[in-house]
């Protein structure tokens, strides 16, 4: 079977799992998700070892540390994937809602109602909680997913599927296997052919670096929803309480640094700057974090950490458009919340942004002005995340404007059809 033949297979088979899928009761759908939650945990011995697999073969290829941290799989990180199951399980069905209701002139009765999307395909890297997570929210909205992980996680996801098919088909006798698939092979020829089989698949969701996403986008054929990537920024007012710029400025740097949501770039206003960033930047240091600076920035730090030089660089301009998930920070001193606002707007990327302060105006101004998907006022940008919205376990988060934005959860994985009720109606 060529590699054509294999994928049009995959996608012929999803298909028609979607259409069976769509029949599942909500009840029925919770049962097989609450056992697929169960036997993740009872499977951890093997999901651990079969992850061994993928993390000794990274390291040898030389994956980087932030990215063999997303690679890994603990009890913990096991433990995560069966809660995140157990509230998409408590979350309501997206399906069937009635999302408009009217009645014409005449007497037509109009109805709006939430339905599958369809065939949805998961290309990821790295992460394998993620096969978990999708196939989940795709299962709960009915639709029939193909997950395609990176090649270095492909032990970890196949084995996660696997448990979670098995799983499903011991809950009810009506589970359709094919309703949760991962691509078999990591050949990248087999992306381009999935997401050229607009007969078959009806979106795709790519999760992972920009390289990845714009490789995706441009190659696709069925709609895409998409980050490129996340340049997030925190903005430390003037009227700021420095205590808790610092608590969230370190959480949103280094709690997890490789993730979407973390901070790249720490904005702060030049009436608080000679105070706040040696504070700032004694604990970034204590985290072995490096520091790129505008002048304004590295006069102040400079002053003040002599013997932290090697942690000190000069930002270049594509530094502020950088995307690091790495222990790298952007440090800049601006004037006022319209220069931050207008920093945020030229570099950023539209995915999250906070604001650090106790002047109600200056929130509203910057929660008016900036033009992202999540805006926070007094809050990390790590928040940015389906779990923590309470949509359970997250698909993906987008910045697109047109159709789903920000964390994407089950509502997001529908779309909607009409339905007309007459009594012999035509029109005249």
Same mark, same amino acid.
């Given at each position: 079977m060529t590699l054509t033949e294999q994928i049009t297979q995959l996608a012929k088979q999803a298909k028609a799992a979607s259409r069976e899928l769509a029949k599942l009761s909500t009840g029925e759908k919770d049962k097989c998700l609450s056992a697929m939650a169960?036997?993740?945990?009872?499977?951890?011995?093997? #999901?651990?070892?079969a992850n061994v697999l993928d993390m000794e073969a990274a390291a040898k290829n030389g994956l980087a540390a932030a990215m063999l941290d997303r690679l890994k799989l603990d009890d913990k990180r096991i433990s995560a994937m069966a809660k995140g199951l157990r509230e998409v399980v408590a979350l309501p069905d997206p399906v069937g809602k009635i999302l408009d209701e009217r009645v014409r002139p005449n007497g037509l009765k109009l109805q709006k109602i939430s339905t599958p999307i369809g065939?949805?395909? #998961? #290309?990821?890297?790295? $992460?394998?909680?993620?096969?978990? %997570?999708?196939?989940?929210?795709?299962?709960?909205?009915?639709n029939a997913t193909i997950l395609r992980g990176g090649k270095e996680a492909m032990h970890s996801n196949q084995i996660i599927a696997r448990t979670m098919i098995d799983a499903g088909k011991k809950a009810i006798a009506q589970f359709p296997e094919c309703a949760i698939q991962v691509v078999p092979v990591a050949d990248r020829e087999a992306i381009p052919i999935l997401l050229g089989l607009t007969q078959y698949i009806d979106l795709c969701m790519p999760r992972g670096g920009e390289g990845l996403i714009r490789a995706v986008a441009e190659c696709s054929k069925v709609p895409v929803i998409k980050h490129y990537k996340g340049v997030c920024h925190v903005f430390v007012d003037a009227d700021a309480d420095l205590q808790m710029a610092e608590k969230i400025a370190m959480n949103a740097k280094v709690q997890r640094p490789a993730v979407c949501n973390a901070m790249e770039t720490l904005l702060v206003d030049k009436k608080v700057a000679d105070k706040f960033l040696p504070a700032i930047a004694e604990k970034l240091f204590e985290k072995h974090v490096e520091l790129r600076t505008d002048d304004l920035s590295r006069e102040i730090l400079n002053s003040k950490f002599k013997t932290h030089n090697s942690k000190l660089r000069v930002a270049s301009e594509q530094d502020w458009f950088t995307e690091y998930n790495d222990y790298i920070l952007n440090v800049r001193v601006v004037d006022g919340v319209k220069q931050a606002v207008d920093h945020i707007?030229?570099?950023?990327?539209?995915?999250?942004?906070? #604001?650090?302060?106790?002047?109600?105006?200056?929130?509203?101004?910057?929660?008016?002005?900036? %033009?992202?998907?999540?805006?926070?006022?007094?809050?990390?940008? $790590? =928040?940015? %995340?389906?779990?923590? =919205?309470?949509?359970g376990a997250e698909i993906g988060i987008s910045t697109d404007k047109i159709g789903a934005r920000g964390p994407m959860g089950l509502a997001e994985l529908t779309s909607y059809k009409w339905i007309g009720i007459g009594d012999g109606h035509v029109r005249a």
């Open positions: 169960d036997a993740l945990e009872k499977n951890a011995t093997a #999901i651990k070892e065939v949805v395909v #998961i #290309i990821y890297e790295s $992460r394998p909680n993620v096969t978990a %997570d999708a196939a989940s929210l795709c299962f709960k909205s009915s707007n030229y570099y950023g990327s539209a995915h999250s942004d906070s #604001i650090v302060t106790r002047n109600e105006a200056h929130a509203k101004q910057f929660l008016n002005d900036v %033009d992202s998907a999540t805006v926070y006022w007094n809050a990390s940008t $790590r =928040f940015t %995340d389906g779990g923590e =919205f309470g949509m």
